[in-house]
């Protein structure tokens, strides 16, 4: 037996279709006020930090900066594995401290940082960030983070991440 026709789409009038698209926003919340500490201009950077613990920072011609992450519920996609917006973010804050670690506490901004989803983490487990530096030079410094499974040591994620240092202006 062939399967039934599909239905026929409903369709909205533009006026029907607009408020659709507005109550869909206001579920979401956009019309709620965020408290006052998500406008502090470094709150992405303390909402980053705070999903990480036991930083450690080794000094010298080839620095590294290593640290934990705890998959936890605010960190999980769908299907209770680390989102990848996470990574993203973990990787960018964990190669920058490598980058400063490196160049020192000059100015520099994320030029390029690609990402490669090798394998899941779940819900509760614990990986091990780990960012080295591969290439510096006076105005670009070369990062690769490593994400690896804390009790099977299986990667899970790489990044490379491109940061340029800012030219001193002089005047």
């Known amino acids: 037996m062939p399967p039934p026709p599909p239905d026929e789409p409903q369709r909205l009038s533009p006026a029907e279709s607009r408020e659709a698209t507005l109550a869909f926003f206001r579920r979401l919340g956009v019309g709620v006020h965020l408290p006052a500490r998500a406008e502090r201009p470094d709150a992405f950077a303390a909402l980053v930090r705070a999903v990480l613990s036991s930083a450690a920072v080794s000094a010298g011609p080839a620095p590294r900066v290593s640290c934990t ?3 936890s519920p605010a960190l999980v996609n769908r299907y209770n594995t680390l989102h990848g917006g996470a990574v993203a973010a973990v990787a960018e804050a964990v190669g ?16 390029e940082l690609s990402t490669a989803y090798l394998a899941a983490a779940r819900l509760n487990s614990e ?3 780990e960012a080295h530096i591969l290439r510096k030079g006076r105005s670009v410094v070369v990062t690769t983070i490593e994400f690896r499974l804390k009790d099977t040591k299986k990667l899970c994620y790489t990044s490379r991440a491109t940061f340029y240092i800012m030219p001193v202006a002089s005047l």
């Open 69 to 71: 992450l705890t998959v």
């Open 96 to 111: 920058l401290a490598c980058a400063r670690a490196a160049a020192g506490d000059k100015e520099m901004f994320l030029g």
């Open 127 to 129: 990986v091990d960030v």
